[in-house]
């Protein structure tokens, strides 16, 4: 779908339910790391008002707002980063395993965002009609951020989490050998996004562990991420 083709109402909708969830998911997924980094030693994020819930602190103007815009209307699968929180990984108590614990800070709280969305989602039953349709939409918005960020960002190509996470258990040489690929990871991803194979490599992965958490929903889960 193409500019063109986009209906302003339906654009307006998907706003109304998309954005709360967004906004929540990047600001506690990068809160985490920077709250992880100073209880690990490396006070950075902490004395730049990083590790705090206020979204503005973590928007990046194209990562966070115009890219998803952009593959929204373009009808590709939705991707955006938020500005990444500043680490100074040799300030950690322990280096190696340090900087894994602050890489999976942000996707395990993501992980821990959709878990608490599908409870949510057992008290929005009981409330009337009229509000718990809108809701229970948004808190499946909820559960499918969550869960493209967690696996998105476990992807194990630097800058992302799982870049760092491999980054520091590879052996010293192999870890030096894959530092010098960061420089090209942000481009390998976007490629990824913009043919579609983003989408082709996260779905098996994402449509796994929704599987999983409807055991615990009070209804099918993918028939309300499927009237998204």
């Given amino acids: ?67 998803p815009l952009a ?38 709280m993501n992980l821990l965002l959709a878990m608490v969305s599908v409870v949510l989602l057992w008290g929005v039953m009981h409330l009337p009609e009229a509000f718990a349709v809108p809701l229970a939409k948004m808190i499946g918005a909820s559960v499918v951020i969550n869960l493209i960020l967690m696996v998105f960002n476990m992807l194990p190509l630097l800058p992302l989490d799982g870049g760092r996470v491999l980054h520091a258990l590879l052996p010293p040489q192999l870890s ?10 942000i481009f390998v991803v976007l490629i990824l996004a913009f043919t579609g194979m983003l989408g082709y490599i996260l779905l098996p992965a994402l449509n796994g562990i929704i599987e999983g958490l409807n055991h615990v929903a009070p209804f099918n889960l993918f028939m309300l991420i499927n009237s998204l």
Avoid: Q
């Fill in 1 to 67: 779908m193409g500019f063109e083709g986009l209906d302003v109402a339906t654009f307006i909708r998907a706003l109304s339910v998309w954005a709360i969830p967004v906004v929540i998911a990047i600001t506690f997924h990068e809160a985490a790391h920077g709250y992880v980094a100073h209880m690990r030693g490396d006070s950075t994020a902490w004395m730049l008002g990083r590790v705090t819930l206020n979204p503005l602190k973590h928007i990046d103007p194209f990562g966070t707002v115009v890219l």
């Fill in 71 to 108: 593959m929204f209307a373009f009808g590709g699968f939705i991707f955006g980063y938020a500005k990444p929180v500043p680490v100074n990984f040799m300030r950690l108590k322990n280096i190696k395993w340090d900087t894994i614990f602050v890489a999976a800070a942000g996707p395990l």
């Fill in 176 to 185: 030096m050998a894959f530092a010098t690929t960061e420089r090209y990871g």
